[in-house]
């Protein structure tokens, strides 16, 4: 294929791409049958690398209900959200996503009833921690028999409450045995994020198996799946970095902890902490301390929302990469206004604060849990204001260039001092993976969110045509 009239870092250049890039010149002529593409002088970059989503909860969640009823009264929020449940299409399951206890209240079984008793529901909380079930679907589920494992959570007189507190297998196991599990369409997901020009994705969720890694490779060969994806999981994975999830009212014991990291770095495996709070970083970092040594790459920190000066010189001095997520000011801003203190505000989800004391920052949706847009979370990343205008912490805003940077470099690099101009190096002989804006980044950097993809291309393929 040939790309005609592109913008590349300061210049006019036609591109000629199959696997790889196999041209760049200024003028370059169609081959007899070869499709051209008109870039319309828009800027063309590498692809965007998406370094932590949750692809199979993110595309389920386009299919769910979304619980998130903005504000209002908890009576209110309640009867909007059982008018959603009333209305929610097919007559079997009913899967919520996006509960927040602020707008609806703690939730359980009970509670569940009286919004919704006809038919199955399950819902999750924001934070992707927990699910909250209906009765209907605490008895298909059969979590009475779950009641030794971690999570099933009983009330003082032993009741089934219908919550349960990270235990997604379970979840995911009784829902298959019973025939209700779905397919979430991971197609319809994998073109969103071309349509952004996402290229390929680093899956961080902690549940992920061998047979996770199977079914991604079986939607890549199927077409379902155009990005590549790097995949992270539990301890049976055999490749790529074992994901922690510390949960700072549920640490495990320091040693267990050590164990795994010593059995993950026994296979060539690195770590990736899930860390929100201090405490969580703290014992991540005791952890790593006590554990073999790495001997290649790099391990990283997910999240990493609260963050002060002198865990950012250890994380800096221990080379560990914090892999933020910019949205979450966009999405829960208010939210955290409601919840924290102005000071703890300022500093949520640092970034320049961090970059400079010399830690790496790239960010990342998180979807679903945080928006997928990228260009929606370098423009966060740039101004740190929520939805509602709020702003939190100027202090640690970057320029969209930056945040940019963290987009374009993969991940195998995301230790690396990048600049911009390095990040976004369209040369020959590199995969065919390309993002072309509508327009010259110069003219976009100040409202990325408006900047537009023209087309994406994957492995020479167009996996998004925004002129279709
Ligand atoms: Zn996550």
Redesign the pocket.
Known sequence: MLIKNAWLQGRPVDVRVAATVEAIAPQLNAMRNESVLDAGGGEILPGLHDH?I?LFAAAAAQGSVSCNVGGGSLARCREVLAERLANAPGSGWIRGVDYHEQQLGELDRWRLDELCSHRPLRIQHRS?KLWVCNSIAVQALDLGAFTHLNGVQCDASGQLTGCVVRNDELMAQQLDAIGASSMPDIAAFSRQLASFGIVSVTD?SATNTQKSAVDLQRLRADGALLQQVSLMGDDTLDHGYLKVLLDEDRLPALQTLVARINAARSRGRNIAF?CVTHLELVFALAALADATPIEQGFDRI?HGAVIDDAMADELAARNLPVITQPGFLYSKGDQYRADLPQQELECLYRYAGLRARGVKVVPSS?AP?GPVSPWQNIATAACRRSAGGLSLGADECVSSDQALTGYLTPSALLDQPLTLAQAQEVCSGMRGDLCILQKRWEQGRDRPETVGVRATLIGGSVAFDGAD
């Open positions: 932590h949750h992707g961080t899930h997910e998180d849990y």
